[in-house]
DNA sequence: AATGAATGAGGGTTCATTCAT
DNA sequence: GATGAATGAACCCTCATTCAT
């Protein structure tokens, strides 16, 4: 008889997103539900008919932040550019994603240090193949297109993700002396050019 | 009474010895002081004798891994070796020193989860630094020796640092897709062969 | 708008049908507003209509239980049966009563429980006395009917209603060793017979 | 190093009889644990160092209880009177045992009253069980020893026991109205009666 | 120095009750 | 009237830290 505006997967959603702004500001561990509460405007319970437990919170914000990194970058992988173009684009677009809001990248570190029995399930793996695979792909294509030589070594799309990641670590903690932009485009330029070389 | 002559810097040592091998099994957040008591042969009470809390357990653990790691890099940086030879023996002994006990590879996650006030001083910015610098020093030597052109660009000590941690960071969370040995040796070949290539 | 010409008093009394068949099943503590409206087919604020508190739904369903209790047994008393054989139906329809729904006949203990401030009143006394007034009454019936000695001891009544209490007591408790029927009756008998025999 | 007079079963004990005393005050279920901790004296947590949970109280309380009244009962039967005197004494003793603390008989009915998943198990079977035995061995004796004949109804024990039960019911609920010892008395007397004259 | 029993603040979770729709 | 989302007080339990022995 009431239908009530407020749609259950919105106000979830709200809640969420209040959830990994505190995680962002704060970090997971030290954020209690109460914190949620308050950045969500919400009671302390309400937090609750959404959501199982703060454990099930983590989970959740893991998805979501996932999810958004990963829809970014497959939209690059399937545009019609040049290859190399494309895999420069998305390098840039790994960095500047992460480099946009420095505290929401933090959160990784969160999402990685979650352990223990009955902790959430934070799927790294998962995204890294994704990420693994979309470079592949792109190198393959830029094979095809006679960009690079035939025999690219499988360990490529690792080393891609991994330079990019590794450089965007040392600058989130030491934002000062690392410059995560110029970094990855150099590191690219140096890899591409080491494959074409040999 | 105490048959050991267990000074207090050596049951200090002890103690921290064992919260490291507890970390490194179960993560630093579900380890409970009890834990670390119980596998170090102590009491509870006995852990506050020689730290001051459970955070400042985790600092003096940072701190001995990170000077165990940078231990092992130094060594190899002032041999007598050729400077590109130094370099890819660095690179394999930082990935060695990793994969030798992923238990221990993973505290890092746990290190850079932590924050919030009050919170152990984690400070990877110095151990960063300190490996780049001593990449930075391999690359001049590099150049001197005539191994490698002398336009080097600056970034590239972050690369390769990044490079290493970023590919270490997919074993981690994906042993069985990604090995990080052979990824970490083709990516500083085609790195070096990019350098050399321009 | 509503179909059913469900008035106020109806609705509650379905409610509270509802309400005494969760606590038969479940037991009164451990039963949440929330699955008294789900068995009842309502929502949780509609309960509120017409029960002011949690403890309100629980001294509403003392009162039915008791009044249904009391109502079968006053119908047998006041039949036109020689005394005795009242009397004996009383205890049989006792027994019965309870045997039909053993969930429900357990529901007593939770009534039993029933303490702390602010608690809902449930008037045990009462049941209890009006059972003793009518066995009296039956008693007083015998003893005019001849079919037993005079000095009859006030204590008689009481005796009579503890001893089918505590026989479905056990039978509750232990379903399988104690057949409430049978000993009920005996006991009866032998009782009966101890008046007579003095 | 530090033997600490405090033995953990003592202490384990203490607080249990704490427990029971609060309970027999105000109930189960109205109780909280830092109820409990202040009547023992001690902290909350202390609590928690002695029993694993609130169920875990209300178990261990009624082992004490049930213990306490059939050690009792035991030694009555096990003395060297003739049966039937013995028989007296232990329906006595039940009534005596109830009278003495009426706010610990209470307790019985929390116990009854402890349902759902999870919650502690009470066993009242084995208790009940028990008394039936001792009594059906008493009226063995009493049989052999010539003071009753022999057909004695199997259901006797359960009788006996259900009067006692029973009336002390009725005297827990509305002890202005019902005398336990008396009426006690009387039914077995009735009883005993019946059982000869037949 | 070592112990480990004791503490009690803290936080996750539940659920009776309210109230805007 | 009916609803059910929202509330927040309450409570169980944990565990870092203390301290008497």
Redesign the pocket.
């Known amino acids: ?2 239908p ?1 505006p ?1 749609n259950k997967d919105e ?1 979830r959603a709200e809640i969420l997103d209040a959830a990994i702004r505190v995680f962002a500001r704060a970090g997971f561990h030290p954020t ?3 914190d949620v509460a308050r950045e969500a405007g ?5 937090i ?2 959404y959501f199982t ?3 099930d919170i983590l989970a959740a914000a893991f998805e979501r932040f996932a999810d958004e990194a990963l829809r970014g970058v497959r939209a690059l992988v399937e545009s019609a550019e040049p290859a190399l173009d494309r895999l420069h684009a998305l390098v840039r677009a790994m960095v500047a994603g992460a480099t946009a809001e420095p505290e929401l990248a933090r959160i990784v570190f969160d999402f990685w240090a979650v352990r223990g029995p009955g902790a959430a399930t934070v799927d790294f793996a998962r995204i890294y193949a994704e990420h693994r695979r979309l470079i592949a792909l792109l190198l393959d294509r830029a094979v095809a297109e006679g960009a690079l030589p035939a025999d690219v070594p499988e360990q490529t799309p690792a080393v891609l993700v991994g330079l990019v990641e590794g450089v965007l670590l040392q600058w989130l903690v030491d934002p000062a002396r690392v410059a995560p932009g110029p970094a990855a485009d150099a590191a690219t330029d140096l890899l591409l050019a080491g494959l074409t070389a040999r």
Not at 42 to 46: C, D, F, M
């Open positions: 008889m009431s009530r407020v106000k209690k539900i109460e919400v009671a302390k319970g309400t609750y008919l437990s703060r454990d």
